[in-house]
């Protein structure tokens, strides 16, 4: 099983885009997206992260990831 873990769009040069979750940083395929994304917006990454899969809204990425770092501060992760 995987987790896919919201990650707010940066910067994007191109088809890349630079995504932050959680502090990290990583660059991000955007070439499999069916929407069209801008800087703010938040999506799933693909396993290893290397290809972002889907657009989230803000509310519902916002939403899972205070759920992420309730989890982590309580141990549970």
Aim: with cysteine.
């Amino acid at each position: 099983m995987c987790m896919a873990v919201p990650s707010r769009i940066v910067a994007i040069d191109g088809a890349v885009a630079t995504v932050e979750a959680f502090g990290a940083r990583r660059q991000t395929s955007l070439m499999l997206m069916t929407e069209d994304v801008a800087v703010g917006d938040y999506v799933l990454l693909g396993a290893g992260g290397s290809f972002a899969a889907e657009k989230v809204p803000e509310e519902a990425a916002l939403d899972a990831l205070a759920y992420l770092t309730q989890v982590l501060a309580d141990g549970q992760a």
